[in-house]
């Protein structure tokens, strides 16, 4: 079965900090660019960071500084290190792994992070 599955999402305050993880299972994970997209309530679902299998990466403006992505290819996960963190950052954050070799993306189910004191 191809699954992505996140965790590690919770409350925090502003200016704390919290670690996702996702964790990838029935591809070869290597091959896959990974990404974090999120998705706050009314609002469209924006990219957060991506990672390519040899470990580029990018970031959305509003990312930029604070947040980290990385990938353990012997483990078949991704991560997304969150630092110092805003309001703005409360959203349902997702999994997303895409290759050239096929057509389709592959989401996770989601984590919520909420941001808030």
């Known amino acids: 079965q191809v699954q992505l599955v996140e965790s590690g999402g919770g409350l925090v305050q502003p200016g704390g900090s919290l670690r996702l993880s996702c964790a990838a299972s029935g591809i070869i994970f290597s091959l896959y660019v990974m990404k974090w997209y999120r998705q706050a309530p009314g609002k469209e679902r924006e990219l957060v960071a991506g990672?390519?299998?040899?470990?580029?990466?990018n970031y959305a403006a509003s990312a930029k500084g604070r947040f980290t992505i990385s990938r353990d290819n012997a483990k078949n996960a991704v991560y997304l290190q969150m630092n110092s963190l805003l309001p703005d950052d409360t959203a349902v954050y997702y999994c997303?792994?895409?290759?050239?070799?096929?057509?389709?993306?592959?989401w996770g189910q989601g984590t919520q992070v909420t941001v808030s004191s």
């Open positions: 997303n792994a895409k290759s050239d070799l096929d057509p389709y993306h592959i």
């Open positions: 990672i390519t299998g040899d470990d580029k990466t």
